[in-house]
């Protein structure tokens, strides 16, 4: 069974400009989340969707972050513009419907300089 | 926010030696899920504790639930250095829309 993708592993921008992370989740999963990870801290939820509906984004800072999940598949995120508190490692996860566990992606190290 | 807190922040001990690690939460939960994470990767699912449930083992870990409490410990038994990683515990509340909620973690070093 192939795991989460994500792309791509590594970016560095400078602040202002925008970014953009895409997840390819475990086929069939109908959760999918976004987690940030600040070095040293554990993950936070960013946004968790449920087929192509948002569940809960309480904590996206929606005038920067946006987020889409294509079809109930692939999703993709979004930061316009970035600020120098954004580096950080983007989780993408995914599970099957029910009480299981996430499958979570190798995720993306973003610096902003 | 982060539902959980693990405790300690950090742990090191020596090859075969047993580590405890300790979480605790604010809220109800449906179930608790202990993950590792290596650095500078993804995080991979180490067990999976039901509210209705006090205790699990698999293979070298075993972790204990008491929802009295709101805590949960994981233990790994007869420590190897490949273990050196940090490890989160994260709940999945009850009543919420499923959310996956993880705590700030412990690193733990093993030495050979």
């Known amino acids: 069974e192939a795991g989460v993708a994500q792309s791509p592993r590594y970016k560095i921008i400078e602040k202002r400009q925008s970014v953009a992370f895409w997840c390819n989740p475990i086929?069939?999963?109908?959760?999918l989340y976004w987690y940030q990870q600040i070095l040293g801290q554990g993950p936070k939820l960013l946004i968790q969707?449920?087929?192509?509906?948002?569940?809960?984004d309480s904590q996206l800072p929606k005038d920067r972050f946006s987020a889409e999940r294509l079809k109930g598949v692939d999703s993709t995120l979004k930061i316009q513009p970035a600020k120098l508190e954004d580096s950080a490692v983007y989780l993408c996860?995914?599970?099957?419907?029910?009480?299981?566990?996430?499958?979570f992606g190798q995720g993306t190290r973003l610096t902003v300089v | 926010s982060q539902q959980g807190e693990e405790d300690p922040q950090a742990l090191s001990i020596q090859e075969g030696e047993n580590a405890t690690m300790n979480c605790s939460y604010k809220?109800?939960?449906?179930?608790l899920q202990w993950y590792r994470q290596n650095s500078g990767r993804g995080l991979v699912h180490l067990i999976l504790?039901?509210?209705?449930?006090r205790e699990k083992h698999s293979g070298r870990l075993r972790v204990t639930l008491d929802t009295s409490k709101k805590s949960s410990s994981l233990l790994i038994t007869a420590s190897r250095a490949a273990d050196t990683a940090s490890y989160f515990c994260?709940?999945?509340?009850?009543?919420?829309?499923?959310?996956?909620?993880f705590g700030s973690g412990t690193q733990l070093t093993v030495l050979p």
């Open positions: 996860a995914s599970s099957p419907q029910g009480f299981a566990e996430a499958f």
């Open positions: 086929s069939g999963h109908a959760t």
């Open positions: 969707f449920q087929n192509n509906g948002v569940v809960d």
């Open positions: 809220t109800s939960i449906n179930n």
């Open positions: 504790i039901r509210s209705n449930e």
């Open positions: 994260a709940t999945d509340a009850s009543g919420s829309a499923r959310q996956l909620t």
